[in-house]
């Protein structure tokens, strides 16, 4: 894909993976849709980028995604790509685990991500061309004590997104360009374990840490593939992961 003058939806776009995408798709020409839950945080980040425009809000609230594609469209009258990036991570032994917060996981990693998704899809299928690329994790492939119910909505991403391909396969065989992929990073530095216990933060540095920008690269190389090409899943670990 020639991505100069695409637009792109990042959610999760208040920093981490999120920010550090949004300015490399920038540099590459890339007109951004930013959304998160800081309004603030996505003012200062587009004012750092040439054309991004942002919109605040609860990634659960099932009207975002349609607005999110009407601002895409009332503002640069298209879309061509969806990074679904916005995601929690709440793990806990079974007697410390509060479900409130594991449901809430559940439905930001999963269910909010499944709506946007298929929203955009909608729009792609119609155009015959977009992309869609979700954020999976190493969790999506295995899991541990204490990270059941995280891993469960990582796996369920890899199964939606590999599903999802298999629903445009025939489309793209019939001439249209429909890319779909997830990315499966391992530890990242995003400040999602800043408030964990020395024991959690130990275990899932055991083996190093990516930075965003790491992942922010794999992002652009999964989107620059050649029409033809096509990637179902990356995964990006640190150079020693353990597992």
């Not at 792109?8 to 949004?22: E, F, P, R, V, Y």
């Not at 990315?183 to 933060?201: C, H, M, Q, Y």
Request: glycine residues 8%; aromatic residues 6%.
């Amino acid at each position: 894909m020639k991505l100069i003058n695409k637009v792109a939806i990042i959610t999760g776009a208040t920093g981490g993976i999120g920010a550090a995408t949004a300015r490399l798709l920038s540099e590459k020409g890339v007109k951004l849709v930013l959304t998160g839950r800081s309004e603030e945080k996505l003012k200062k980040l587009a004012d750092e980028l040439d054309n991004a425009v942002i919109m605040a809000g609860d990634i659960t609230d099932p009207h975002l995604p349609e607005k999110l594609i009407n601002l895409a469209l009332d503002t640069y009258e298209r879309l061509d790509i969806l990074f679904n990036n916005a995601g929690l991570m709440e793990v806990s032994s079974i007697e410390e685990a509060n479900i409130e917060k594991m449901c809430l996981m559940i439905r930001v990693n999963f269910e909010a991500l499944v709506r946007m998704g298929y929203t955009a899809m909608k729009h792609f299928v119609t155009q015959n061309s977009g992309f869609l690329l979700n954020t999976s994790s190493i969790a999506g492939t295995k899991t541990a004590a204490t990270m059941g119910a995280y891993s469960g909505t990582k796996f369920a991403v890899e199964a939606f997104t590999d599903g999802i391909r298999q629903d445009v396969s025939e489309k793209n065989a019939n001439g249209a360009t429909i890319g779909v992929s997830c990315i499966a990073p391992g530890t990242v530095n995003t400040g999602l374990f800043d408030s964990w216990d020395e024991k959690k933060r130990n275990y899932v540095h055991s083996g190093g840490a990516l930075d965003p920008e790491d992942i922010a690269r794999t992002v652009l190389f999964i989107l620059e593939q050649p029409e033809q090409v096509t990637i179902p899943r990356i995964s990006v670990f640190p150079l020693a992961s353990p597992i």
